[in-house]
């Protein structure tokens, strides 16, 4: 028996990834991310606001609306509630991966793959506009040299 994933051939998509895996650029994103969904959290040291570390990585006014644009389009079109986690979780959730992966997608202008990923996400009629605000994000972000990696995908196949 030969079975291969739909997915097997498809770089864009990612696998699991433990947090300990993702760089600095995708720590302050994911930092960000986590803040803005759950600004108290009693086990993480600081009271950073998603705000001030999204500026100290180099962020501009507009990039920081964008980002703010972004997150509550995500929490407006999403289906379910989306996997991310807390500040103080040590595991990456599926949805903080592919947002990080689209990003790092977008900055390397592979819009395509990135558009693929936001479709197996998010509800086809939200795509457009999400994918157009993360481009936004993505400029932001390199623009203030903050540039994300595509994560390679692990990839196994059953003879």
């Known amino acids: 028996m030969n079975f291969r994933s739909q997915h097997g051939s498809?770089?864009?998509?990612?696998?699991d990834h433990p947090l300990d895996a993702v760089g600095a650029p995708e720590h302050t994103v994911?930092?960000?991310?986590?803040?803005w969904l759950r600004p108290a959290c009693e086990s993480a040291r600081g009271s950073l606001h998603w705000r001030d570390i999204l500026s100290e990585a180099g962020l501009?006014?507009?990039?920081?609306?964008?980002?703010?644009?972004?997150?509550?389009?995500?929490?407006?079109?999403?289906y379910?509630?989306?996997d991310m986690r807390c500040r103080c979780a040590t595991e990456l959730g599926k949805d903080e991966a592919v947002m990080l992966q689209s990003i790092a997608l977008l900055q390397k202008t592979?819009?395509?793959?990135?558009l693929r990923m936001?479709?197996?996400w998010l509800p086809a009629p939200a795509v457009s506009g999400v994918l157009k605000l993360l481009r936004w994000f993505a400029i932001d972000l390199l623009?203030?040299?903050?540039e994300l990696d595509v994560q390679a995908r692990r990839v196994t196949y059953m003879h």
């Open 10 to 15: 498809r770089p864009e998509l990612i696998d």
């Open 30 to 35: 994911l930092s960000a991310v986590r803040t």
């Open 60 to 78: 501009r006014q507009d990039g920081i609306e964008h980002f703010d644009l972004l997150m509550r389009s995500l929490m407006r079109v999403s």
């Open 80 to 82: 379910r509630p989306l």
């Open 110 to 114: 592979h819009s395509g793959a990135a």
């Open 118 to 120: 936001l479709g197996e």
């Open 143 to 146: 623009d203030a040299g903050v």
